[in-house]
């Protein structure tokens, strides 16, 4: 019975059936199943490491992104919102009248050169651009960690690790990612 092993060249994706693994109705569990892709090479390792990071971590950065973008492109209106404080204040009174309105006093613009939808474009660039350098290096640092890990232990890595670890790596960023932009925005 000859085996086939994909460990010189493996292209990407090269996901395959993870019951290969897990399973002995495709016989004894050995180190590399038949039919199975696996990595060996660092660079290799890094590569899907990185293609899948970049996958599942620009879209959460993307979204913000837009969002942001949006919300300085086209700010939200600005009337007035009746509030009903919790006890009054001699600023604000406690049943305002039909005819008191709040008006909006316009302050002038820090920056009058530099537009509203210019300032929205910078802002999504700058999500794009610390998106995509933070997928770069989370996967630099992932990738070779791993290929250190399995090279030290002598396993064959499947290709299907780099892909559990991208997802890993781009729920932890949405973790760090959510709270904190959304507060700003």
């Given amino acids: 019975m000859a085996m086939e ?9 090269s996901l395959y059936n993870p019951a290969i693994e897990l399973s002995v109705d495709y016989g004894p569990l050995r180190p590399m199943q038949p039919g199975g892709s ?5 660079d290799d390792i890094f590569r899907f490491t990185l293609y899948w990071t970049l996958i599942f971590h620009l879209p959460f950065y993307a979204i913000c992104g837009i969002y942001a973008f949006l919300n300085f492109a086209f700010p939200p209106s600005r009337r007035s ?19 008191q309105t709040e008006q909006w ?8 050169r530099r537009s509203r939808l210019a300032f929205a474009l910078l802002v999504i660039l700058a999500f794009l651009f ?7 290096m989370g996967a630099a640092v992932v990738g070779f960690v791993l ?18 670890w991208a997802v890993i790596q781009s729920l932890v960023g949405l973790l760090a990612i959510w709270p904190s932009i959304i507060n700003i925005i």
């Fill in 38 to 42: 696996y990595l060996v090479n660092p």
């Fill in 105 to 112: 006093i316009k302050r002038p613009r820090p920056n009058a």
């Fill in 5 to 13: 092993l994909n460990i010189t060249s493996v292209s990407w994706p």
């Fill in 147 to 164: 290929a250190g890990v399995y090279q030290a232990g002598g396993f064959y890595m499947s290709t299907w690790v780099p892909f559990v």
């Fill in 130 to 136: 610390l998106s995509l350098t933070g997928a770069v």
């Fill in 81 to 99: 919102i009746t509030t009903f404080p919790l006890e009054p204040s001699p600023r604000i009174p406690f049943s305002p009248g039909a005819n």
